[in-house]
């Protein structure tokens, strides 16, 4: 799974074949939580401080996420989205 972006110690993966509905997974040391694009918790769990984050970061970069899905999608090759700063 590759990763996509990485700050503050989250790393932000996507899977290239991965299922409905679009999300990405954060990691979080031993926490992982997948969230979808409007920054939803869909499953798992990370600390509150590093969940906020990751929902900010989705908000900055919906599009390249959606960009990103499509891509997958079809197979392609997904790019890496810029870092929290």
């Known amino acids: 799974m590759p990763t996509i972006s990485m700050f503050y110690g989250i790393l932000i993966r996507m899977y290239y074949d991965d299922h409905n509905p679009p999300h990405i997974h954060a990691i979080y040391g031993d926490d992982t939580a997948c969230f979808d694009f409007d ?24 599009d390249e996420l959606v960009a990103n899905w499509k891509l997958a999608e079809n197979g392609e090759q997904i790019f890496k989205i810029e870092p929290l700063k």
């Open 39 to 62: 920054g939803e918790l869909i499953e798992g769990d990370i600390p509150k401080k590093q969940r906020k984050l990751v929902e900010a970061w989705i908000a900055i970069h919906h």
